[in-house]
């Protein structure tokens, strides 16, 4: 179907007129976003999947300190055989902007040093050098940016020397971007040649790897750890955990930290109709929440941290299927058929966002691995206060790194 037709049969002519406006040169750039729209999703503006409910769930059984530690020799020796036979990829989540630290950078890029330059990248990779070097091997690093930072990312790693990891060992690829529809399904543009695009959520991580084609130069890659770039402390390609999850015989595993109290915002592993899923904290009932088992913890207490393990072959599946997409309303600045720029003040739209933990789901089988939150949870979302700057240097300092 040509273009045309299609804008007409999606109720989007009122882009016509805009194509018609523009110099050859625009209009091929506009043409380009228009072709690559997955008009499927779009639709869903009217008619969202219901993914506010759960199925029937139950908890999960996971990997304690105590049972990781008992097997810590037998896992270990497990996952440093699969990461020197470069089994094991690591994919780094960095496609968002510093803004609520306060500043416009890439938010890795951010310097979180006391006495001296200590940037989020740097402790990142720093952590993953640990690995390598007690491996004897380098892990393949994948890192997905966003259309906003994928230039400052690169020069920011250019910079300073991909702080000593190996360049050959690196490879950056750029989220896809999906496109904003109005409140009546119409598309938002951006400009006249650009529409209001935004990053398509962090589901969107491994479609985003394949259409990039990074992994055709490490055929080898059976697994791929994925963690986000807000967690200065985690360890990545850690070799007990790559370990476990391979002697468990599953899909995927998903690093934890045991919850603080049975309301903590974070969400929890469990089942969901008998697959392995997440339970956002409040999904959970008040009973639910409460809920403790013969040792007196939380049943729901497996907080995630965004430190997971895929099987790559099982991701290959999930390729075929559509992982849920959220609808969510925002304000979206754009402007109109004439050129007139709007700043909304209010939600006057609709961005379609994919989340990584709905990928747990599509796996079917996941380990759940508790892990020390003092030793591997320092998350930044904010500049002070709880999961900050502030309470991350402390917990960088108590575990001996010099800020």
């Known amino acids: 179907m040509k273009l045309k037709d299609k804008l007409v049969a999606e109720g989007q002519q009122h882009l016509l007129s805009v194509l018609d406006s523009l110099n050859k040169e625009d209009r091929a750039k506009l043409t380009r976003q228009l072709e690559a729209i997955d008009w499927d999703i779009l639709s869903l503006w009217s008619n969202p ?43 780094l989540l960095a496609g968002g902007q510093g803004t609520r630290l306060g500043s416009d950078a890439p938010k890795g890029a951010y310097d979180i040093g006391l006495t001296r330059p200590l940037y989020i990248f740097e402790q990142l990779i720093h952590n993953l050098l640990e690995v390598c070097n007690q491996c004897k091997t380098c892990v393949p690093l994948f890192i997905m940016t966003s259309q906003k930072n994928d230039g400052e990312t690169k020069q920011f790693f250019e910079k300073h020397n991909y702080f000593g990891y190996p360049t050959g060992y690196v490879r ?71 370990g476990a999850t391979i002697a468990s015989g599953f899909n995927s595993g998903a690093k934890f930290v ?56 099982k991701l290959k599946e999930t390729v075929e299927k559509r992982i849920p997409v959220h609808v969510v309303k925002k304000k979206i600045p754009y402007i109109d058929e004439t050129g007139r720029y709007f700043k909304p003040e209010i939600e006057n739209g609709y961005k379609f966002e994919t989340l990584i933990l709905d990928m747990v789901r599509l796996m079917e089988s996941c380990l759940p691995f508790e892990v020390v939150r003092e030793k591997e949870f320092a998350p930044i979302k904010n ?18 790194i010099k800020l």
């Open 383 to 400: 500049k002070t206060g709880v999961d900050s700057v502030e309470s991350a240097q402390a917990l960088l300092e108590q575990n001996g």
């Open 172 to 242: 950056f690829f750029a989220q896809d971007m999906a496109p904003a529809v109005d409140l009546n399904g119409k598309l938002l543009l951006e400009t006249k040649s650009q529409l209001a695009l935004s990053p398509n959520g962090n589901g969107g991580w491994y479609s985003s790897l394949v259409r990039a084609d990074v992994l055709k130069d490490f055929p080898d890659i059976e697994w791929l750890n994925v963690f986000a770039v807000d967690n200065v402390l985690q360890r990545i390609a850690d070799p007990v955990f790559v």
């Open 258 to 313: 045991r919850k603080t109290n049975p309301y903590e915002r974070v969400g929890a592993l469990c089942l969901e109709d008998g697959l392995p899923s997440v339970i956002e904290y409040y999904e959970l009932t008040d009973d639910m929440a409460n809920q403790v088992d013969k040792d007196g913890r939380l049943v729901y207490s497996f907080g995630v941290i965004l430190n997971y393990l895929f099987s790559v072959s």
């Open 49 to 91: 999947e219901d993914l506010s409910g759960k199925g029937r769930v139950q908890p999960i059984t996971g990997l304690s300190l105590k049972d990781i530690q008992l097997r810590r020799d037998e896992f270990a020796q497990i996952g440093s055989k699969a990461i020197r036979g470069g089994k094991v990829g690591a994919v």
